[in-house]
């Protein structure tokens, strides 16, 4: 059987990377051609990752050329930065391009110098760039030849927090967050903070401020209200907890209203969401458990409303490697390429 | 060698009678000498907690009686409720007794009715309780004869809040709080959602509104800040995680000023826990990790001002067991007899 | 599309029958019909297990006639001796039946009773059942009815040894299994020694002679080796550790040769698995690892031979819920049922 | 107050290291005066160990000189040959030196090539160095000037079986010992396979051949037999699972009588250790679990007799941290300097 789409995943040997390998090789319309890694090429995927010993792949040294003759999709699970060296020569090359890395998700050329320390790598990209977050942008996406992914944890922040924006229940200000995350959230790194002994029976938050997904959920929440992304500012609480995968945000809204009633937040959530086969919104009572989505593409949303404080209160779970990083990219390769957008991912 | 303190601990077969008889079996100026389970009348301690294997304590069911005959101290690490039928005795019988329920931490009896769904069981003791939290009552619980320990979310959410209120720096309106919480804080109950395979690599929250420990620490912060218990509303927000020991909470406040520099935070800080033993303010940029405290009665506290959304920000880490519960309880019970406060939990 | 199989899981509230829907619900040719389970009857399987909250199917109270109406296969995933009762039924019913609890493995009516303190419920159905583990008994499974899966440690165990014995490498005298089990594997019990507290940071042996698993794989190995179950007197002695799936076997054979060779045991697995999509033997020098096979239906097998000792030493890993229980089960419907044997396993 | 005993602790920041501080921070009759890192110099200890942050120690690059005028005792965790040069400068200097290391454990300079591939430092001293075993060497240890401190496997492992060797219950021939141990027994190793999300849910062996720790066993075994250490050839399996600490070791040994009794074992148990304040025998029917010895010096003993296969087996925890490396090594320094053996360590 010959696939429909030929697919490169550049920089595999991450986590991310992982991830897309699993996602895909159960894919019925998508082939992993080429895998990229300059430290494991010639290396067989099974000797990075033994859980793939039986696969044939082998790890690359990245040739974009061999690339653009042979793929039509091409994921870039790559530091940010040189995510878009690539991007730049895919597109051009006519390879649909679904970069996992941050390079294409700011569209303020100020904020990403701020947050990443560097000039945009290909600021001209940026214009044709599609944040890759069907729930919001499945019609862009449909003709994007460069999807921006979503990071993990404003995946689990913009899903349950934009339609109460966008349906005026929510106000833009004072909007918190606080979230956990497991340790891939860090990626494939040895360091010390992140070996065994130092992870487990630890919590602790990180990048309390200023963290770098910090301006892209405020662009997305601006999106979603219909301000000027200058006009939020939110606070994002990082913490690294001791599990391998998940992201739990705990997320803090006033509402516009003091009127407002669970059963109309409830409301808003199932028809925003009535069609979304990746949004799962719990009834209420029933709060989000990140054990729940682990290896799903699914968002699991619980909420209240606490009369107490006058303010609507949300805790949201993915999978940080699924639906917050490789599970989301094949949706949106799926949304692409016309396919049934849950291909692969149930 | 004689000691001048003989203990009972009644309610002995939970994690928080563990810890009182871990950190008890190393004090030098206290002695065990009853311990009480119905459930496990005539075992050895060892029997239930392996490890105190060495020990001659057995367990033996409450008689009040024989605890005001033979000790000067009780320890009540009993349901609440059942917490006060005790307390009423033995501070009769002139025992000094130090409440790790929470029957005594509400001054008010509505609250008491309001979040514990029944009548407050002696209300005639309520004004003899001191509120067992060294750091903020040390003198009136020199005198007391009765002390109510403060739960173990309140512990890490007072020690860093109530300074910032009590010196002006800190707004008492739109207090958040999130915190994680180890298994342990959840007793030793044996229930579906605290077996392993549904704990481990699980993250959630719960209770995200009128959890019992809501409105203790507003009492609290409330008195910190000198108003009415009335007008402090705040949001609690506790997660259950995946290890055994721990709480780290996440706590964000309104400054009064705009003016406000972390400077001008950590010298309050400073000069608030100048003396205190068990109090560490983290230098400016770190913040507070649970294994830095694990099996210490320390809290640790790590800040910072995030000038974006104009909030501080505090990160505050305890040993649920200890700094929140047991520790905290032999500090108190140093505090009354007036040994080195210290004492057994170095 | 309508499926060739319809599927009845009776007794699914436990981690074997959550691993069943987990794999059924993504099989191309079954459907689960009937999930019964008289606790949960009526209830959605959603408010159970969380993450199948988008599935239609509901628990019933086991109705036989209904199941033998209108499935043509049913998983028994029940209490040893309960199983028998059903599968009875069952089988008379034309219905093909993959019990998955212990009550047709064991061929001896004695060493039944010795080991389960009962009498076996149902002899008359002993003949007809079939030792559910393809890759020893692939041939009388095609036209079995009554399918006994092997227990998880078995399966981890026999996996690896029997090829050994079969070929005559090693000795059947003084094999020792030790094995390490992640906590699903107690099932979905709710008692003191299982929960978080209790487990996590926890490492203990727990029945150490006398394991029901234990004559199970000695009758196995005997059959390989061709001799009578009762020459064959091995220690197998399992640990509970903090995970929650996989299974880690470490095995030490005797070899029957003193001249005997890595290359030499290697190649007689190579040739004894060479078309087994489930054995997966590590080249020397790579171990086995649980992590590499979580999720899956893999056993991967890493060896060595130890000149020191004059002893094969072999590490063998699987999930313990899927190729130690259900997934093997689903295996064997494959091949009873005509299916690719893969099927809804890769 | 005057402390006895000036230590110095050379290599201080590993996890040795770190639990040498904690332990020797509460003992009575001994003040660290140095504490020793290159890595680390002029840095506070509570920079490396932030739960140390109240502690006034500062790191500083080794200076024997130094040490050798101001200490009369020096623990050395450092690398196994770097170990050598410094215990000969400080034994010559007069410095009681106890070495976590492995130069001294092994009698045989051949053996000590043959698995640590390099010329044994320090020959000259191995005649004055004492394993440091109280249990099978305390009159020596009393005496000694250089003390070789026992491998964590190694003491979970002689502890148990010795006794039995020694009274001619259990042959010297096929012993079998097969361990768990916690992720710390890596040491402070920043490598990928100890990054937390490739060690959690993670069960894998290691160094299933020719482990360091197997001559020192061996060694040790055959002392206890009363042959040479050639005579003695055993299986030991070392196995990584994910807890920070504890050691858990099955061994098996064959009973030189077919008429053993488990009272018979369980007396020589008793008699042999009677006096021993760190071993705990446990009942027959219950089995050791590392987390009753978490953080203790203490040595837990299960043990069976099986029967069926005509074995002892064993089943014997420590918490590699303390008996295992620091506490032992404390207690070996309280014996020397004549102490009551048990200072620091309850």
Do not use: W
């Not at 019925?28 to 010993?53: M, W």
């Not at 219909?226 to 803090?252: M, Y």
Request: charged content about 20%; aromatic content about 8%; some cysteine.
């Amino acid at each position: 059987m010959t696939k429909k789409i030929k697919a490169a995943i550049i920089g595999a040997s991450g986590y991310s990377g992982e991830e897309l390998i699993r996602i895909l090789s159960n894919h019925n319309e998508c082939q992993i051609k080429i895998i990229t890694s300059r430290q494991y090429d010639g290396i067989k995927i099974g000797e990075v990752f033994p859980r793939f010993a039986e696969s044939k792949l082998t790890f690359s040294a990245p040739d974009v050329n061999k690339i653009i003759a042979e793929c039509n999709v091409a994921f870039l699970a790559l530091p940010h930065g040189l995510a878009s060296e690539y991007a730049a020569k895919l597109v051009n090359g006519g390879v649909t391009t679904i970069d996992i890395s941050a390079d294409f998700r700011l569209r303020s050329l100020n904020k990403y110098k701020e947050y990443y320390n560097q000039d945009h790598p290909a600021p001209e990209l940026l214009k044709d760039a599609v944040y890759g977050l069907p729930e919001r942008y499945r019609e862009s996406i449909k003709n994007a030849k460069l999807i921006a992914c979503p990071g993990c944890y404003p995946t689990s922040s913009i899903l349950p927090t934009a339609p109460l924006l966008e349906k005026g229940l929510a106000s833009k200000d004072k909007i918190i967050i606080s979230s956990m995350s497991g340790v891939t959230g860090a990626g494939r790194k040895v360091a010390l903070p992140f070996i065994f002994p130092e992870t487990n029976e630890s919590l602790r938050a990180y990048g309390i401020t200023g963290h770098r997904h910090l301006p892209e959920i405020e662009q997305e929440l601006a999106a979603a209200f219909g301000c000027d992304a200058k006009e939020v500012a939110i606070n994002f609480i990082p913490h690294l907890v001791p599990v391998n995968r998940g992201i739990n945000s705990t997320i803090i809204l006033e509402p516009t209203s003091l009127n407002i009633t669970v059963k109309e937040i409830y409301k808003v959530y199932q028809e925003y969401y009535a069609n979304e086969p990746f949004v799962r919104i719990k009834e209420h009572g029933n709060l989000a458990d990140t054990k729940n989505v682990t290896l799903s593409n699914m968002c699991e949303i619980g909420f209240t409303y606490d009369k107490h404080t006058n303010k609507i209160i949300i805790t949201s779970c993915i999978d940080n490697l699924t639906k917050g990083a490789s599970g989301q990219a094949v949706q949106c390769m799926n949304i692409i390429f016309g396919l049934e957008e849950t291909l692969g991912l149930k």
